[in-house]
């Protein structure tokens, strides 16, 4: 029988039953038979709600996969096929902190966009490269897939700076393809588009439904409103239509973030005033899933789990690994090198787009140059990305202090060093690479 081994490190994520589903409903096609749930001692207490879940759910589909728990990593990574990074490095309450410091100063607080993605990102890097170092000794053939946000720029350290093999995948563009399906009322195989963009600012263009060309009809749709832009965990506030059509594409969510900046900040602030950011509701809803999972008759994924946003994550994993592992072809939207697939933006830029994905890995679609109308808000933010991964890698603060300044959210140098400040203070303990 074939063997496959799977490393899922944060595995005491609330998101885990999702990749368990994904896995149990592909068995067929993706036989693992061996799926390792890493976590870190202080997560030992959610590694063990969760895995148990894990093996019940695996239990009932009656499939021959063995669920192991350990917190040890090198343990788990020894000759790995795949293997999944979903980690939170200083845990949700690390994410409050990166919300509410730069709502002091009226700036967005959001775990990837502008300056929480920054901090965010310092945090995670060290600890994903250290995973991407044992990787290089136990289980040097495999395939890291990584979910971990900001899965874009920690994705371009990782290329940057390991020789191991790794894709950074979002179910942002998936969302945005089942959005189009649910506008026309069909399944999700019958929309496709091209997607351009950095991880959390991505366009689609090129909408195909059943093959044919329905872009500047689904356009009109989100103008006119019977076509939905949203995601549970960014703030439902609607693009003017006069916009939507001056834009002629179809943005991410997040991208209200840029384009609605002044509305979206006074949506965080009043809900900090109100019930908390989406990092306190998001504990809420994690203590509350925790609790589902520790019932002994729970043997399956619960809908509950949808409310954290989560919806549609084991679809885009599985179906990646999938490909990679069957050499399907398939085209999947991907945290990527550039290469050449856009002269806009340096060959060694991490960019999300479509791809082909087959055994060799993501390959690209040739995209050309950007619109002029996103290309400078692309550009400007992969400038400032590429920068936190320089900070990141140096714990140069002058380093860090460019990145904040050159984010298009950041209003000037002043705020920056303040949040620059209030941030290293508050992430001591999680920045080795820093010296205070």
């Known amino acids: 029988m074939e063997k496959l081994k799977v490393v899922t490190i944060g595995g005491g994520s609330g998101y885990t039953p999702e990749l368990i589903d994904g896995f149990i409903r592909r068995h067929t096609d993706l036989p693992v038979t061996e799926y390792w749930l890493v976590d870190i001692d202080a997560g030992r207490e959610k590694l063990e709600i969760v895995g148990q879940l894990a093996q019940r759910m695996v239990k009932k589909a009656g499939i021959s996969m063995t669920v192991h728990l350990t917190t040890d990593r090198r343990e788990a990574l020894k000759d790995a096929d795949f293997v999944t990074t979903q980690i939170r490095v200083g845990q949700l309450a690390a994410r409050i902190n990166d919300e509410k410091i730069p709502l002091k100063y009226g700036v967005l607080g959001q775990e990837t966009t502008g300056p929480g993605g920054f901090m965010k990102a310092q ?254 808000l692309i550009q400007s933010v992969k400038a400032f990305e590429e920068l936190t991964v320089e900070a990141a890698m140096t714990g140069d603060t002058s380093i860090a202090l460019l990145a904040l300044v050159n984010h298009p959210l950041v209003p000037s140098v002043e705020i920056a060093q303040h949040i620059l400040n209030d941030y290293l203070a508050a992430n001591r303990d999680f920045l080795p690479q820093y010296t205070f």
């Not at 189009?180 to 588009?193: D, F, H, Q, S």
């Not at 109100?274 to 002994?296: A, D, F, Q, V, W």
Request: contains cysteine; proline residues 6%.
């Open 123 to 376: 945090r995670t890097i060290p600890v994903l490269l250290d995973i991407c170092k044992d990787m290089e000794e136990l289980c040097p053939d495999a395939w890291m897939i990584n979910f971990t946000n900001p899965a874009g720029i920690v994705t371009e350290a990782i290329a940057k700076y390991s020789p191991i093999k790794s894709l950074g995948i979002c179910s942002g563009a998936n969302n945005m393809m089942m959005d189009i399906a649910k506008a026309y009322g069909v399944e999700r195989n019958a929309v496709t588009a091209r997607v351009m963009g950095l991880n959390h600012l991505i366009f689609a263009d090129r909408i195909l439904l059943n093959g044919n060309d329905t872009t500047a009809d689904f356009i009109e749709k989100l103008a006119q409103g019977t076509g939905t832009n949203k995601l549970k965990n960014v703030p439902d506030v609607g693009l003017p239509p006069e916009f939507i059509r001056a834009l002629n594409l179809y943005p991410l969510s997040y991208l209200k973030y840029f384009y609605l900046n002044r509305e979206m900040v006074e949506h965080e602030l009043e809900d900090q005033r109100n019930g908390g950011t989406r990092g306190e509701r998001s504990l809420e809803i994690e203590h509350s899933l925790l609790e589902l999972y520790k019932n002994p008759a729970l043997c399956e994924k619960p809908a509950e789990l949808s409310s954290r946003g989560g919806a549609l994550y084991s679809d885009t994993a599985c179906s990646i690994i999938s490909s990679i592992y069957n050499n399907k072809h398939e085209v999947h939207v991907v945290n990527v090198p550039n290469q050449g697939t856009t002269p806009d933006l340096p060959d060694d830029a991490v960019i999300e787009t479509s791809a082909v994905i087959n055994k060799l890995g993501a390959h690209p679609l040739a995209y050309g140059r950007l619109p002029v109308r996103i290309r400078g």
